[in-house]
């Protein structure tokens, strides 16, 4: 237990720890014209510190985070102690290890986890110097938030390991360093996941080393949500270097997104083609130019409600280039 002075008449206010159930306690010590070793002992903040340390109880300014953390879920209760205690702050730094001398089961292998993926290196070696255990969720996290100097720690110093899903998330979010790092040091690999993600987030030097490097490849998906995304300069590389491929979805989501260069390069390069929903939703997302061209260099056609839909979404001037076309025979409309 630890006090709270009340300024006037040193009244001090003991928080207790029974069963881990709190109840506070008022105790009037002494006037502050009163003298003695207990009155001079309780009235030095630093000192009677020193003197509780070794009792039990709470510190007063812990027992709110420890009476709120008992309120939450046990899945919650991770979270809202990272939530309670700013451990990018010096002195929440201080409450962080206070309140592990004073309650250790509160320091459950999540809080370990979510502290390395915020990144705190000092607090992650203090837990881990204290005994704390942790899960796979620590390297994979810390992976994911680009923490190259935890995933070294953990690395080092632990025998959690990672999973797959270490590269896969930092290759989503390109986290290069880390993906080396891994790809050097550990064995727990990627999946494609790792490929396709770096690629539909544009990551070019991430799929450039994946490719050179890894074996685990990309799938179809990716290169059509390439094409979605618009990132033509992936899309080339892909084309250039995998075997995987796209499917008819490439071109027609582009066509979608009004992405005219890469409908031009799917339909010279590629032959997986579209269907008649590339010129209907690009009408409906009024890109003219996508309309055209698909019109002069395809086949498909596109869906009889695809008129009204332009003219519903504001776009006259793709509304009536189609009925124009129509009027000619120029066109092909299907179901």
């Given at each position: ?20 159930a ?13 003298a ?27 027992a ?17 102690l ?23 089961d ?32 620590a ?8 923490h ?6 953990l ?17 989503k ?16 690999g ?83 083609g ?62």
């Amino acid at each position: 237990m630890l006090m709270e002075d009340a300024d006037d008449d040193h009244t001090f206010f003991f928080y207790e720890d029974d069963a881990h159930a709190l109840t506070t306690t008022t105790v009037r010590v002494c006037h502050r014209n009163a003298a003695g070793p207990a009155r001079d002992v309780l009235a030095i903040r630093d000192l009677l510190q020193v003197v509780t340390q070794y009792q039990r109880g709470l510190d007063v300014e812990l027992a709110p985070i420890c009476r709120a953390w008992k309120q939450e879920l046990s899945y919650c209760q991770a979270p809202f102690l990272l939530r309670a205690i700013d451990l990018n702050d010096a002195d929440g730094r201080r409450k962080f290890r206070r309140l592990f001398e004073q309650r250790p089961d509160m320091f459950t292998a999540d809080v370990m986890d979510l502290v390395a993926r915020a990144g705190n290196l000092a607090m992650l070696k203090f837990l881990h110097e204290n005994g704390v255990a942790c899960t796979t969720d620590a390297m994979d996290w810390a992976a994911e938030q680009g923490h190259l100097d935890i995933v070294r720690f953990l690395h080092t110093h632990r025998s959690e390991g990672c999973t797959r899903a270490a590269m896969d998330e930092a290759a989503k979010h390109g986290r290069l360093d880390v993906i080396k790092f891994l790809h050097n040091h550990r064995t727990e690999g990627a999946t494609f996941y790792a490929m396709d993600s770096a690629a539909i987030n544009n990551h070019l030097e991430v799929v450039e080393f994946l490719h050179k490097n890894r074996s685990e490849g990309c799938s179809k998906y990716g290169m059509d949500r390439v094409a979605l995304e618009g990132h033509f300069d992936i899309l080339k590389f892909l084309h250039s270097n995998r075997r995987e491929g796209c499917t008819v979805k490439a071109l027609d989501w582009a066509a979608q997104q009004g992405h005219l260069a890469i409908v031009k390069f799917l339909h010279s390069h590629r032959n997986e083609g579209c269907t008649a929903d590339a010129i209907t939703w690009a009408a409906e997302n009024g890109h003219m130019e996508v309309v055209q061209f698909l019109l002069s260099n395809r086949r498909e056609g596109y869906r009889v409600h695809t008129i009204h839909k332009a003219t519903r979404n504001g776009h006259i001037h793709v509304a009536q280039y189609l009925r124009k076309r129509r009027q000619n025979h120029c066109q092909c409309v299907v179901s």
